[in-house]
Each structure stands twice: as C-alpha cells, then as structure tokens.
C-alpha cells in the first residue's frame, strides 16, 4: 500500500485521471486491472505498479509470480534512498504476506528487507509511515510482540497524521484498536474501529470496508454486532470473497449455512 490516499493518488479532487481510475479500481479489489494501466518504465510506476500486485496477494493468496517480476523490475529500477527503500518495502511486505498466508516461511527475509527500507527512508520522510505500520505487522502477526507492534503503529499513526495520509491512518486506528481489544479497553477498541470504518467509508476503499466492519462488531454488542457482520457478509460476497481471510470469520454459526 505504498500509493494510499494522500493528495495526488486518486483520492481527491483535482487529481490525475491516470491516478483516479488506478485508485478506483484498487478500492474495488481489482489490482491487476489497476497494474495494467501503469506502464512499469519509470521507477515511480514501476513501484506503484508493484505495490498493487504486492497488495493483491495480501488480499487474495494469488498473483505471487507476477508480484515478484513486479517487484525485481522496480528494485532495477529504483534510483536513489527514497526509491530503493521503498522498493525494500515492498519486498519485507511480500515477504510477510507469503508467510502469513502459509505459502513459504519467508519471515526472516521479510525482517531484512524492511530493515534495508528502515536505513535508507529516514525518520520524518513521507514513505516512513507506512514502513513503521509494516514493521508493526511484523512484530504483531510474526514476532507475536505487541508491545513493539504498539509503537511501530503509534509511529505510523503520527507519520500517517503529519503527512496527511488519510488511507493508511484507516490502518493504524484498526490495528491500535485490535490491540485495546486484546487487553479488554473496549471503548478505546470500538473508538479506533470505528475511526478506521469511517475513513474507508469517507474514500470509498471498499474491499478494506468489510474488514473494517468485522472489527467493529467484535467490539460491539448485540443486536449491532450481528447487524455489522451481516453488512460485511454482503461486501464479501459482492467483491467475489475478497479478501480471503475474513472467510472463517464470516461463516454464518449455524450447521449448514453456506459460507459467506
């Protein structure tokens, strides 16, 4: 998610065409028709173009060859800190996916790459944000160490709130906010959430808005919470079950339902 909603990348008024419809797409799950649309011969559209298809192996478990030709050609042509560290970005955060996904143990490969990002994107700079958020999944979903996920997402909360990067703060309040549901601060839980859903709303990012309601019902009561997953039951199957790890989460509980 290197490209997310800050001005200039499709997400408000007066942006680029090109960027508009890449966005469009992107928020309606259809990453390789927004790749298409790039033409990987410059080093920002190689990354951009490589970060869609990285992005759609998180969300549906498919596409890894033609992510990682995406990835090498970016890394090729990459010039200078800002580029090459995103470009390591990009490969930690394929890295990840493949792990958490179950594909190939990829984690100690995924530690490196956005450790190689961290040395060259230095603290402040506008890709440092979403290398924090990454890290923090890292530390969370891998290193199984929420302390350090807590930091890394306070950091990328700060740096997603300075350079105003509306997208990817929708991913610091739900993360946060799953860490307070873990220690029981349900307020705290259900503020983050909430936070996270009205964004997504706001900028029309529809395949993260089921994810987003799943967490806010896990935080809610009755008859709310039930209310919530049926609305994310209805996202999922209109995006044709993507993502894919909200599956289980969104199988109906009685015997014989069909899967959502």
């Known amino acids: 998610m290197a490209h997310t909603a800050m001005s200039g990348y499709g997400t408000t008024a007066g942006d680029d065409p090109l960027q508009t419809a890449v966005w469009r797409l992107r928020s309606r799950a259809c990453w390789g028709d927004a790749a298409a649309l790039l033409q990987p011969v410059t080093a920002p559209a190689a ?3 490589a970060s869609l298809l990285v992005e759609r192996c998180l969300y549906t478990e498919l596409g ?55 040395a060259l994107i230095p603290p402040g700079a506008p890709r440092r944000a979403l290398l924090d958020f990454r890290r923090g999944l890292l ?39 799953g860490l307070a ?19 997504r709303e706001e900028l029309g990012y529809l395949v993260g808005t089921a994810p ?3 967490s806010l019902a896990d935080a809610e009561t009755e008859p709310e ?26 199988t109906p509980p009685a015997a014989g339902a069909a899967t959502a």
């Not at 990009?90 to 490196?112: F, I, K, N, P, S």
């Open 139 to 177: 530390a969370e979903n891998l290193t199984r160490s929420p302390q350090a996920a807590r930091a890394a997402y306070r950091r990328a909360h700060a740096g997603a709130t300075a350079h105003s990067d509306a997208l990817l703060l929708s991913f610091t309040w739900r993360h946060l906010a």
């Open 64 to 118: 890894w060859e033609e992510a990682e030709d995406a990835l090498r050609t970016a890394e090729a042509l990459a010039h200078g800190d800002d580029e090459r560290g995103a470009a390591a970005c990009e490969r930690g955060q394929l890295a990840y996916a493949a792990t958490l996904h179950g594909v190939r143990d990829r984690a100690d490969e995924a530690r490196a790459a956005l450790g190689r990002a961290a």
């Open 225 to 250: 919470a039930s209310r919530l997953r049926e609305e994310a039951r209805r996202l999922y199957r209109l995006l044709g079950g993507v993502p894919t790890w909200l599956a289980q989460q969104l």
């Open 212 to 214: 987003a309601l799943v």
């Open 181 to 199: 549901l873990r220690e029981g601060e349900l307020a705290e839980a259900r503020h983050g959430f909430g936070e996270s859903l009205r964004i």
């Open 47 to 49: 990354l951009q173009r």
